[in-house]
């Protein structure tokens, strides 16, 4: 065969076996081989762990929110308010005019807390966290306001949100609150008394009398004037 026929049926399409495809853009030889190699090990590592580190999102998210069924919250929580102690008739709100709902919390020292046993006496109850800009901003406002009036009865009820015990023993020493503080660990109570109403958030503070009734709230950093305003309406 002379050089002519042999060129002839070299371009008749036929692949020899030594050729190798190469990629038009990186010039790189593409060899299906190679992808299966990367392919295969990329699926049977990072897939899994991305389904893991899903799985252990999902189940962390559900124990800090006490929606999982085998946190133990020991009795703690929001808890039923005594019909006795419910004198308008409807069920338990933080809207006015409503009975507050009742919880029992732990406070700080190890001893527990039940909202419903300070009935007789004006409360203000505060719902803050240490890490929280707004909180700290009030808080000694708060602090001085309890100093005046505890004479007259007046109690504030510090709740803290989902913090462990040193965190907030060390907000309490830096500004001097002498009031109950209870660690609202799972979130359930603050979901009850609808903290932060739409916007959902902290500070939120409840005003309420010694029957237990709210009378009035206010979402977001009070000012002097505005904690004074509102301690009134529930001295009176």
């Known amino acids: 065969m002379d050089d002519d026929a042999r060129n002839r049926a070299g371009q008749g399409g036929v692949k020899q076996p030594d050729e190798v495809p190469i990629d038009e853009v990186s010039g790189v030889e593409e060899r299906p081989q190679n992808r299966r190699e990367w392919r295969g090990p990329l699926r ?74 300070l009935r007789g006496k004006p409360v203000l ?43 907030v023993r060390s907000f309490a020493r830096e500004f001097g609150m002498k009031f109950p503080i209870v660690i609202d660990q799972t979130g359930g109570v603050a979901d009850a008394w609808r903290i932060g109403g739409p916007v959902q958030g902290i500070p939120s503070s409840y005003f309420i009398d010694k029957d237990g009734i709210v009378r009035a709230r206010y979402f977001g950093p009070m000012t002097a004037q505005i904690i004074a305003d509102n301690v009134k309406k529930i001295l009176q």
């Open 44 to 117: 049977s590592l990072v897939l899994p762990l991305l389904i893991v580190a899903t799985i252990v999102g999902v189940l962390v998210y559900i124990e800090r929110r006490g929606g999982g069924g085998g946190v133990d919250t020991g009795g703690l929580g929001t808890v039923a308010l005594p019909a006795a102690l419910n004198t308008t008739g409807k069920s338990p709100s933080t809207e006015i005019g409503r009975a507050a709902p009742d919880f029992l919390l732990r406070q700080v020292d190890g001893t527990t807390l039940r909202f419903s046993d």
């Open 125 to 167: 109850v505060n719902f803050w966290a240490s890490w929280c800009a707004p909180c700290r901003q009030e808080m000694p406002e708060i602090v001085k306001t309890y100093n005046a009036h505890a004479a007259q009865g007046l109690v504030v009820v510090g709740v803290d949100l989902q913090e462990n015990t040193d965190a």
